[in-house]
């Protein structure tokens, strides 16, 4: 037996020589099998094959940008302007808030809790910011922080940029944020607070009798006593108090405001070098002065530095923008900020140092540019835009930053989805167009087929008619991807006063056709129907509904009247046209437009922020609301934003929702569900519902 094994432990061996000969170690099994043959033990040795060794999966395809320190964007639509004071558009804002800085900021994704910005703490009680009678509201001010031009910033540069803001006021501006707190409730506009008593017999004997009529033409300020204008300016001053000794700056508002806070956090509250202002073109503090720098327009503004560049704090400033074509932003590396806002948040000088945004209004260029790795991320022009989007997506992320690969893990864009959004897109009626200087919204202008009167929607079975042709399923189908909820009230779902009960208009062509039959557009009491000289029902019309090029979601909106009206009646001839974002604004706030599709985008989350520019502000006053109506809504909206208990405020936001929806002033859509897409090498965007993407927290790989 001994002779056996050891001839065995020597073949092994032997194997065992030969497999490690050149230096590698290889596992072989051996097989030895012992039989007995012809008398004979004899010992059988078979070794397998070697196999080849399982392949590895393929590595992770590693994402690179070829320009890290760069990040491009494409879009559609210019920004109005870049002056804080006026712009009050998203596009602009969208530049505003990269390149000024406010005294408080959002605190990451939370629209409703901020952190320090300019400020060195968020006033409360029990810091002492907060007055007991939450009246006074006192910052304390940062020291060492530079403007763009390296000069430092002062208590007086903050003093006087809120002061001027208001001072230039305008009904197309967003100060009606500042003038309700500090000056008082139903105070929208600076001009506001002139007593009517001072307008003069000689104003008086020009048409000129009340404040909005001042609003209209800012040229009739000049024309009111100096002592008078001078009081005004005083009281605007008076609330808003630079202390350079104690390094503050302090609000004195009317009354409690518990959204005063979070109304600074926006692109309005950037603050501005005065000196700079100053010297181009701006208001110089005196005030004798301040009514000839009232109400300008975004083009006067606009031939100023202020309205085209900047100088403020921010981690960016405008290198150049080319309307119609592209803005570029630069990193300033003088940034002050050595703290981060929240934990993990960007300190210093920003690590994208070139921000380029491209006017694109073509989605399939927008498209292409992204397919090929040349932009970051591009605006679709709807929600239907996202299945060929999703084509390009490798990964779906939710908010919290979990991703899941797709099934098709190399392609090259990041999808995060789940996000809720604070902004909805609506249809308005304007009751009364203008057609001063011509409109060639309104056609002839006239019932005969050809146009439409300029009072075409002063009549409430007209709006009715509208309110049902339209085909809500459609665009939500369609244009949403089903991805939305229906609003049934102004303001959103879950905030004070919304009913989700509360009755909304629904698509039905019978209801329709009956509504346009009961109209009586000639005034002679008969209704369309039944009138044997005819009337809108036999005569038909024509209209022009505008939408801002490149947004092919309100394009669609206009399209769909286009085919359901013609459908209803062959008469009724609907013509759908695209025009630049800033003609689309300026023909809104001159009243031409007969319906216009816009949104919303909220500027604090807060009930007051819908309803108020929705009846009597932004839209309210571009739809040329009639006086009874504007005033039925002003008395509720001032009101219920006074009332602090929730379910008395309830209540009056109950009375204000069924008046809307009975004078059905515009139609009440969908929010949307947010998606946010991106190239893999993109780093650090995050979801606020207020905020457009903050390039500051980001990076690229």
């Known amino acids: 037996m ?159 940029t809120f002061q001027r803001n208001l001072l230039q006021g305008g009904t197309a501006s967003p100060q009606w944020l500042l003038t309700e707190p500090l000056l ?88 501005m070098s005065k000196k700079w202002a100053v010297a181009n073109g701006a208001w110089d503090g005196d005030c004798a002065t301040w009514q000839n720098f009232y109400g300008k327009s975004s083009a006067e503004i606009n031939k100023t530095a202020i309205g085209t560049s900047e100088m403020g704090t921010g981690p960016y400033m405008i290198d150049h923008w080319t309307p119609g074509e592209e803005f570029v932003l630069k990193a300033f590396d003088g940034y002050w900020r050595t703290e981060p806002a929240w934990p993990g948040a960007a300190t210093g000088a920003p690590k994208i140092k070139t921000v380029i945004t491209k ?34 997506v490798g990964e779906i992320c939710d908010t919290q930053g979990n991703c899941t690969p797709t099934d098709k893990p190399d392609a090259p864009l990041r999808m995060v989805k789940g996000f809720p959004t604070s902004s909805r897109t609506d249809f308005f009626f304007t009751f009364v167009m203008n057609t001063s200087g011509g409109n060639n919204f309104v056609g002839s202008g006239q019932l005969d087929g050809n146009g439409v009167p300029p009072d075409f929607f002063s009549d409430l079975h007209i709006r009715r008619a509208f ?44 209801k329709c056709t009956e509504e346009f039959k009961l109209a009586d557009l000639d005034k002679d009491g008969i209704a369309a129907g039944d009138d044997p000289e005819g009337d809108v029902w036999t005569m038909g019309f024509r209209l022009t509904i505008a939408y801002n090029t490149g947004n092919t979601g309100r394009q669609t909106m206009a399209q769909i009247y286009q085919n359901e009206l013609s459908a209803i009646n062959d008469k009724f001839l609907v013509e759908v046209t695209g025009i630049p974002w800033p003609t689309y604004l300026q023909n809104q706030r001159a009243k031409k437009l007969p319906l216009f599709p816009v949104g919303w985008i909220e500027d604090i989350h807060e ?55 009975d004078a059905t002033t515009g139609l009440i859509l969908f929010v949307a569900n947010g998606r946010h897409y991106e190239q893999r090498w993109d780093k650090g965007w995050y979801s606020n519902p207020i905020l457009p993407t903050m390039y500051y927290y980001m990076w690229k790989e």
Not at 210 to 237: F, R, T
Not at 378 to 384: E, H
Not at 625 to 630: F, H, M, S, V, Y
């Open 467 to 510: 309110a049902y042709c339209f085909n809500y399923d459609v665009y939500l189908k369609d244009i949403l991807m089903s991805e939305a909820v229906r609003s049934t009230d102004v303001m959103l779902p879950g905030m004070i006063g919304y009913n989700p009960d509360d009755p909304v208009y629904n698509y039905d062509p019978a």
């Open 2 to 160: 001994r002779t056996k094994l050891s001839a065995l432990f020597a073949l092994l061996i032997i194997a065992s020589m030969v497999l490690s000969a050149c230096g590698k170690t290889i596992e072989t099994v051996v097989s030895t099998v012992v039989v007995e043959k012809e008398g004979k033990t004899v010992i059988i040795t078979a070794t397998p094959e070697p196999t080849t060794p399982p392949t590895a999966p393929p590595a992770a395809k590693v994402f690179k940008s070829k320009d890290p320190t760069t990040f491009t964007t494409a879009t559609f639509g210019d920004p109005e302007t870049f002056d804080p004071a006026l712009d009050y558009e998203s596009a602009g804002i969208a530049v505003l808030m990269q390149v000024y800085d406010t005294l408080i900021f959002y605190n990451f994704e939370d629209p409703n809790a901020f952190v320090p910005n300019l400020a060195t703490e968020v006033p409360d009680l029990a810091n002492g910011g907060i007055s007991a009678d939450g009246k006074t509201i006192t910052f304390k001010i940062r020291t060492g922080v530079k403007f763009h031009d390296n000069s430092d910033m002062t208590v007086e540069d903050v003093a006087y």
């Open 359 to 392: 006017n694109i209004a073509e989605f399939s260029t927008r498209y292409a540019m992204l397919q090929a790795g040349d932009a970051d991320n591009v605006a679709v022009g709807s929600q239907a835009d996202w299945p060929q989007m999703d084509e390009l």
């Open 607 to 661: 009930t007051h922020n819908w309803v108020q520019p929705y009846a009597i502000g932004t839209y309210g006053n571009r739809q040329s609301l009639p006086a009874d109506l504007k005033a039925q809504f002003k008395e509720l909206i001032s009101k219920g934003v006074v009332e602090v208990d929730p379910v008395k405020r309830a209540a009056i936001y109950a009375e204000f929702n069924k008046l809307y929806h």
């Open 184 to 271: 008082g409730v139903g105070v929208y506009d600076v001009t506001d607070i002139i007593p009517l008593g001072v307008i003069t017999s000689s104003l008086a004997a020009q048409g000129i009798t009340g404040v909005e009529s001042l609003n209209d033409d800012p040229g009739n300020l000049v024309k009111l006593p100096a002592d008078e204008l001078k009081k005004i300016c005083d009281q605007v001053v008076n609330t808003i108090v630079a202390d350079p000794a104690a390094n503050t700056v302090t609000f004195k508002l009317a009354q409690p405001w518990a959204p005063f806070i979070p109304t600074l956090a926006n692109g309005w509250g950037g603050v």
